[in-house]
């Protein structure tokens, strides 16, 4: 598109043209980076935007380490190679069990203050990256991985709030089952989960799942469902 020269009497700037441009410019580059998606578990399809993880994209998950194992099974199971920076506590055992194909997993659980750099490392090799950063990153570093992420198309999920993410998945309320009259094993867990779109605005779409179920697998909240059996938007 070609902005013509304005003539004297004419403002400067035309506005119009300029929004025009700036339409164009953003929906070549969504089609670019929407070109490659990772395959994702069918209870987090409406939760995600287009229902799957892209390529070249950062996610932030709140408030549960399970949620971020479901975030990885889909693309693990799919034949992705996945990585885990900064999280001594995350469970391979539990992984399996949610999917997570622990051949093709690699840990990093140590990284110490250098877990920025290490992270930048990962992603040169690895298709989905999780990391929980123990500090905020400065905004050049932060601007150099995401670039480091479009090149190699390679997926970032955050333990914790990071900027210029595509969605924000939280644990908005959580409940145990299992236990009788005071005594027993928990069981199994029900969570909500909510899901901010990328900048925060618009509305806001929430999700029952299991995180477990009593079976230990992880699933929507309607036994056999590909999908949430219940999903609002909530302002």
Known sequence: MTLAAPHLSEPVVDRAQVHELQTRIRQMQATKLESRTLQTHPALFPLLPGGALKAGAAYSVRGSTTLLMAMLAGPSAAGAWCGVVGMPDFGAEAAGRFGIDLERLVLVPHPGDDWLTVTAAVVDVLSVVVVSPPSRAKDGDVARLTARLRQREATLIVAGDWPQVEATLTVA???????????????????????????????????????????????????????????????
């Open 173 to 235: 309320r959580s409940g145990w089952d299992g236990l009788g009259t005071g005594n027993g094993y928990l069981s199994s867990r029900r969570v909500t989960v909510e899901a901010a779109p990328r900048g925060g605005t618009g509305p806001r779409r929430t999700a029952e799942l299991w995180l477990p179920a009593p079976d230990e697998q992880f699933r929507a909240e309607s036994f056999g469902a590909a999908g949430p059996t219940r999903l609002e938007a909530v302002s």
